[in-house]
């Protein structure tokens, strides 16, 4: 699908829904039902402390208060659900679906396992988060503020697959020079950090709601010492510390002060391409195809009641991190971010997945 055409049909999904013409959400009544929340990943990770976060804050503001119920389908790094999704057709709105970079990437790729079209989707909340990578003490020991250190050093890393949001920590750490080894078939990011407590893994990286929610308990017993961000984006587009890590490195910096790694030319551009494609907008939440007008205003006006909560920023800093929340035609947009990137980003990494694991997508 062209990006024009991607554009159309999001547009024409969400134009009413920018509008939240009160009347018609007025009408729809969730009293006694059940809405659930489908998160293809498992139960320990960051998206599932995303959705269980939103998932009360909803149910204060939809109309009739429904219980709304976080579900996890794992499985083919989060493909499976997406798949899964694809193929439904719920008009009561009562099936919503999360998104995230995982998801994002393997459609922005072309993974042969995609069977999913974001275009079809109503996207009707979206935030953004950070990443934080860490290491185990030993070897936070030897870090700097570089990676220089820790380049003779051989690291075990749990990963979902390198063709998901994965493939940010592993292209930063190649280009760090470092030598990490992944893991390939956990079903979740917290699984990963499952890995590293046990000692099974010797480098790990979360999402914020995942640092925040276990990583960052590590870092306090001094099992774990943090490495880097990956950094948030300025109002010009350039990478600077994340607000909810502010003094923590962001990637940049740490690859500015390590000997080998540059901060510009086609290896930087298509990490730079992929990171804006997996984190600013990186957790969406959707209903299905075929979804009623007034259902969609109906949500997108109790996510902007969320968000309109005089307590939500305090609440979602110690929560999911200090990021911004879109709704409505603000969604759509960050959809479209986070499913567009260039020809030569894309090209770049398909190269280095081929090069670096063997796996192709051509």
């Not at 809405?35 to 998932?55: D, H, L, M, Y």
Request: aromatic share 12%; hydrophobic share 40%.
């Amino acid at each position: 699908m062209t990006q024009l055409s991607f554009t159309r049909r999001v547009v024409v999904g969400i134009v009413a829904a920018a509008a939240m013409a009160a009347p018609a959400a007025a009408e729809v009544d969730f009293s006694g039902k059940t809405i659930e929340w489908v998160i293809p990943f498992s139960e320990t990770g960051g998206s599932a402390k995303w959705a269980n976060f939103f998932a009360p804050l909803l149910s204060e503001e939809l109309p009739g208060n429904p219980t709304v119920v976080v579900k996890f389908m794992p499985g083919a790094g989060s493909t499976k659900g997406a798949n899964w999704f694809q193929q439904q057709q719920h008009k009561d709105g009562t099936l919503l679906f999360g998104s995230s970079g995982s998801t994002q990437f393997p459609y922005l790729l072309g993974d042969p396992r995609v069977r999913y079209e974001y275009g079809d989707w109503i996207p009707v909340m979206a935030t953004g988060t950070g990443g934080v990578a860490y290491l185990n003490a030993e070897d936070g020991a030897k870090f700097d503020g570089s990676a220089n250190g820790l380049k003779d050093t051989d690291f075990i890393f749990g990963s979902q697959g390198a063709t998901g949001l994965d493939l940010v920590p592993l292209l930063a750490w190649q280009m760090l020079g470092m030598n990490v080894e992944p893991v390939f078939g956990i079903k979740g990011r917290g699984d990963g950090r499952l890995m590293f407590e046990r000692g099974e893994a010797t480098i790990d990286y979360q999402t914020s709601s995942g640092y925040l929610g276990g990583s960052a308990d590590l870092v306090a017993a001094g099992s774990a010492v943090p490495m880097m961000s990956w950094g948030a984006l300025d109002d010009n587009g350039v990478i600077v510390r994340d607000p909810t890590f502010p003094d923590m490195p962001s990637f940049k910096e740490v690859c500015e002060a390590t000997e080998g790694c540059e901060t510009s030319g086609v290896a930087w551009d298509a990490w730079k391409a992929f990171f804006i494609s997996g984190y600013p907008s990186q957790k969406i939440a959707f209903l299905p195809q075929g979804t009623p007008q007034d259902v969609v205003d109906t949500y997108v006006a109790a996510f902007e009641a969320v968000r309109s909560r005089p307590d939500f920023a305090e609440l979602s800093a110690n929560e999911v991190g200090k990021y911004p929340m879109f709704v409505g035609a603000g969604a759509a947009n960050a959809t479209k971010e986070a499913t567009t990137v260039s020809p030569e980003a894309r090209e770049q990494v398909v190269s280095w997945l081929k090069d670096a694991y063997g796996v192709s997508l051509e």
